[in-house]
């Protein structure tokens, strides 16, 4: 049996809640994919969708070709990780992990040998006959990754495994969360509402907002390729500014209070849009007879390799741009004036409704 998971026609309602609206979507064998929205779009009630803890409303669930609606929980050969460890505090760390194994009544040798080697994976092997209580929130966030994976699950279930994390901590467990996946191949379902971390540790991201799915894609493509104005918003940091399009000659201008921007195609729309720019995307000069935005820096916030200017448009509208530190540069002040120069190519164009033009 394959193990990919396909949602078809998904709907589920809390009363009169509608909280997953029509998701239809595929997670293949041995991919990372990850639901990513903010607090109540809908993503751990679908991953409990998954689990069998919540019931399906309309729709089906496969595990490759089986449809799973009616399979109770504990007959889906699932792994599961959540936020708090759900660790057994009054057992060992062996015993904690060996759990799965007793209940699916593997031999002694057998599931000993498997626990050693998931202890192994997460790097807690020598840890195996501490007590919970002895460990560090990472150390039992590995203990928990073990009890999921040693089952050999068909599908790997992660709901915000990392937030109770310090920053450090979560971006290490990030990694070894990755490696593993990647050197088991486990078909994994994570959850999260940090854009960062869904960006860094993905094969694909499905973006969700008020229980209907966005866009789903690698990582790269949301970024630079939003579906629309809410994605783009979401994911990453862009700075929105409102115009309208017309045509000159067989190319597009998007007017804007904070001036001109000539795109390098025909929209083949006309009327109010809203453009949408990376802090990456802007380069600043101090020339004054460029094409571009006018502006004032009005903060400056170092951060390593780049600056983060805040800047001051026209009609009070704020933007973000960035400006690499390398190469002698020097810092620019508060106060000063630039103009943003802004490629044809990196502007993004929305409706306005929020979808992509
Ligand atoms: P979070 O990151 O905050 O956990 P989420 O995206 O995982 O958010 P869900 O937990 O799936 O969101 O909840 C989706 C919506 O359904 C929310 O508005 C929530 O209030 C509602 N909801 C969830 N569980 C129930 C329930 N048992 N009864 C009623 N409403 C519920």
């Not at 209580?133 to 709901?159: C, F, H, N, T, Y």
């Amino acid at each position: 049996m394959s193990n990919s998971v396909t949602f078809t026609n998904i709907e589920k309602y809390y009363g009169d809640f509608h909280a997953v609206k029509n998701a239809n979507f595929t997670v293949s064998e041995g991919e990372f994919f990850t639901l990513l929205g903010p607090s109540g779009c809908g993503k751990t009630t679908l991953l409990r969708m998954i689990a069998g803890f919540n019931s399906i409303e309309g729709g089906t669930i496969s595990f490759g070709e089986k449809v799973i609606n009616s399979i109770p929980a504990h007959k889906r050969n699932i792994g599961m990780v959540f936020q708090n460890y759900a660790i057994f505090p009054h057992m060992t760390v062996f015993n904690n992990v060996a759990y799965g194994l007793k209940a699916r009544k593997i031999d002694k040798k057998t599931a000993e040998e498997r626990v050693l080697k998931a202890l192994r994976l997460v790097k807690m092997e020598e840890y195996k006959d501490r007590e919970p209580s002895k460990l560090s929130g990472g150390q039992q966030q590995r203990i928990a990754l073990a009890r999921a994976i040693v089952i050999e699950p068909d599908v790997l279930l992660m709901d915000e495994p990392l937030s109770n994390l310090d920053a450090k901590l979560r971006l290490e467990m990030r990694t070894i969360i990755k490696k593993l996946q990647r050197e088991l191949g486990i078909t994994t379902i994570y959850v999260t509402h940090d854009q960062e971390e869904a960006l860094a540790i993905s094969d694909r991201i499905a973006v969700m907002k008020a229980g209907v799915i966005q866009q789903i894609d690698v990582p790269e493509k949301i970024y630079k390729h939003p579906a629309n104005e809410f994605v783009a918003g979401f994911i990453g940091t862009s700075n929105f500014l409102h115009g309208v399009a017309r045509k000159e000659g067989s190319l597009t201008v998007i007017s804007t209070p904070q001036g001109d921007l000539p795109l390098e195609r025909d929209l083949g729309y006309e009327g109010e849009v809203v453009v949408s720019l990376r802090p990456e995307e802007g380069e600043l000069t101090r020339e004054e007879n460029v094409m571009g935005l006018k502006g004032r820096i009005t903060l400056a916030t170092f951060l390593g390799d780049f600056m983060n200017y805040e800047i001051e448009l026209e009609e009070d509208k704020m933007i973000e741009i960035n400006e690499y530190t390398k190469d002698g540069k020097t810092l620019r002040n508060i106060g000063e004036e630039v103009v943003v120069k802004v490629s044809p190519r990196f502007i993004r164009v929305y409706s306005k409704e929020g979808m992509v033009i």
